[in-house]
């Protein structure tokens, strides 16, 4: 059965580094998701993306972020300047129609120190 | 906004016996429901979801869960708990055309054997 992966799958960053957390999703998938999970907390959204542009983005989702799908496979989420609070763990999600069912993969643990 | 509530952050149960973690949402029509389970160190698995039609639906292990719109709830059950089914559970919604999950806080499920 067809997954989502993530790689890596633990990312240690020194505060105010740059870094690029990647998922392949699914092939036939066209809706890609953002998620994040501070350690202890709920799962928050972070940004949708359909025909190369995103949809929706959440308040967490500032200029740091950035999304991008640079080869038409892989899907990334960028930091730019990493901060203490940005340690968690990242999920990316697709889905094939919007408000479909969205599968996860496995997680990008980051830790910024 | 909506808004996801489950109840009860941390659930003890002994192997064997019936299981029954609550979720309730707020939001004005009915959106799409799920239940996600996340196991230690892993990524969200879909148990099932809801969407419209027969109110009780059947998901993966053995799980069902019940829509009650009059209790803007999404109850999920088991009849037997296995040890195996120790894990967080996330109860999900999705708002039509909107394409985000808004999740809720967890239930981690313990089982005593």
């Known amino acids: 059965e067809p997954e989502v992966t993530q790689t890596p799958s633990h990312q240690v960053t020194q505060m105010g580094q740059e870094v690029i957390l990647r998922c392949v999703p699914i092939s036939n998938h066209l809706y890609f998701y953002w998620y994040r999970q501070i350690l202890g907390q709920k799962v928050e959204f972070l940004v949708s993306?359909?025909?190369?542009?995103?949809?929706?983005k959440s308040e967490i989702f500032d200029d740091q972020f950035s999304v991008e799908r640079p080869d038409g496979s892989n899907f990334t989420l960028k930091i730019r300047s990493t901060k203490l609070e940005d340690s968690a763990m990242y999920f990316c999600?697709?889905?094939?129609?919007?408000?479909?069912?969205?599968?996860f993969g496995p997680g990008t643990r980051l830790t910024v120190l | 906004a909506q808004s996801v509530t489950q109840p009860d952050i941390h659930i003890t149960v002994s192997e064997g016996a019936s299981l029954e973690l609550r979720c309730n949402y707020s939001?004005?029509?009915?959106?799409?429901l799920f239940w996600y389970v996340q196991s230690p160190g892993q990524g969200l698995q879909l148990l099932l979801k809801?969407?419209?039609?027969?109110?009780l639906v059947q998901g993966i292990k053995g799980f069902e869960a019940e829509f009650k719109r009059s209790q803007s709830s999404f109850n999920l059950r088991k009849p037997s708990v296995h040890w195996s089914d120790a894990a967080e559970y996330f109860c999900?919604?999705?708002?039509?055309?909107?394409?985000?999950?808004?999740f809720g806080q967890g239930t981690r499920l313990t089982i005593n054997p």
């Open positions: 999900a919604v999705a708002v039509q055309g909107a394409q985000k999950l808004v």
């Open positions: 939001y004005g029509a009915t959106p799409y």
């Open positions: 993306f359909y025909n190369n542009e995103i949809s929706e």
């Open positions: 999600a697709d889905g094939q129609e919007n408000t479909d069912t969205q599968y």
């Open positions: 809801y969407f419209s039609g027969d109110t």
